[in-house]
């Protein structure tokens, strides 16, 4: 498994959740957000290729 990420993008997403108020430098609801949304979105691609799939397979 790669884990690996740019530094341009590492620091894009860095500066995003960044937060001087929390004791551990980032703002842990805006990071839960940010991971969600992105959950839903992996969630609806993959609805979307098994819609597809399924229709292929009814062929």
């Known amino acids: 498994m790669n884990f690996e990420i740019a530094e341009k993008e590492y620091n894009e ?3 995003i959740i960044h937060s001087d108020a929390s004791p551990v430098g980032i703002d ?3 990071t839960h957000i940010l ?3 992105k959950l839903v979105e992996l969630s609806e691609k993959m609805n979307n290729l098994e819609a ?3 229709q292929i ?3």
């Open 13 to 15: 997403i860095a500066a």
């Open 52 to 54: 597809k799939i399924n």
């Open 57 to 59: 397979n009814k062929l």
């Open 28 to 30: 842990a609801k805006k």
């Open 35 to 37: 991971i969600l949304k």
